[in-house]
């Protein structure tokens, strides 16, 4: 039987791949269950996603796993959410340092319930040696909230005269972004038939390719997961050139 996967182009795959992982709570309506059942059967959604990003080569994966407007949901939802993450770093942390896998997160973690923060900076400085994946949480994020980060740091230097307006620079704004270490993502997908970008990396998917499904989250596997990348490997990223400006530079 063929695998999806001898269709990739091993040349064009991407180095990070940003993912929406949407429709936890649909898929657990759908079966009658709780919320919070869909959001659990997400993780295996995750771990899937990682393991094909390694079977890949691909370098970067960030998922959008707590935004800072998922707040507002209600108490007992953000509480499950915030334990679920607890749980699943400390049960996928060995396989991470068994496969290579460096953990960093953006967003304000620092604002986070400290039993939340203390776990996520532990895996942080566990996985630190590791090279071969980079999976970066987005928690407690929003890209609206990140950019005014940058602002301030900015206007501070300004003010402090350490920084003059003419040295501020897409590439100094850049660098004051959480992302400031990460490439940006060349594909973004998003799950559940949502089109929305949700104040997800804003900056970053200037030129991104996104890839929308209908499939919920917990329902996201190994072939959807490579069949996005297929897609993403047949579009043609013109970077606001025509597409005879690219063909000529091939
Ligand atoms: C969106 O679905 C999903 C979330 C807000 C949380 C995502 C979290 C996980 C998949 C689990 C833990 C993650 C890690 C990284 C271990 P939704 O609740 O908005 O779904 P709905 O649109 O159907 O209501």
């Given amino acids: 039987m063929t695998d999806l996967i001898d269709t990739i182009i091993p040349e064009k795959i991407p180095q990070h791949i940003a993912i929406i992982m949407d429709g936890n709570g649909r898929w657990a309506n759908e079966k009658g269950q709780e919320r919070l059942f869909g959001h659990s059967s997400g993780v295996k959604s995750v771990r899937e996603a990682i393991k094909t990003a390694i079977e890949l080569g691909v370098r970067y994966i960030t998922l959008y796993a707590f935004s800072r407007e998922n707040w507002n949901r209600p108490k007992q939802e953000v509480d499950g959410l915030m334990d679920l993450l607890i749980l699943s ?23 986070l319930p400290e039993n939340c923060m203390l776990s996520i900076n532990d895996a942080v400085s566990r996985t630190s040696e590791n ?19 940058a602002v301030k740091t900015i206007t501070e230097s300004v003010n402090n005269s350490e920084l003059a307006i003419t040295e501020i620079t897409e590439n100094l704004i850049q660098r004051h972004l959480s992302t400031n270490s990460i490439p940006d993502p060349e594909l973004l997908i998003r799950t559940s038939g949502e089109y929305r970008i949700s104040n997800f ?32 490997q047949n579009r043609e990223r013109r970077f606001g050139l025509l597409s005879t400006q690219i063909d000529s530079k091939i």
Avoid at 227 to 232: G, K, L, N, S, T
Wanted: net charge negative; glycine share 2%.
């Fill in 89 to 111: 770093i400390a049960n996928e942390i060995e396989e991470f340092n068994e496969n290579g896998v460096r953990l960093l997160t953006i967003g304000d973690i620092n604002n």
């Fill in 131 to 149: 090279s071969k994946l980079t999976l970066i949480l987005a928690v407690n994020y929003s890209s609206k909230w990140e950019i005014t980060q």
């Fill in 201 to 232: 990396l804003l900056w970053q998917i200037a030129y991104t390719e996104l890839y929308f499904t209908e499939i919920l989250w917990p329902d996201f596997r190994r072939n959807d997961f490579i069949q996005a990348v297929i897609e993403y």
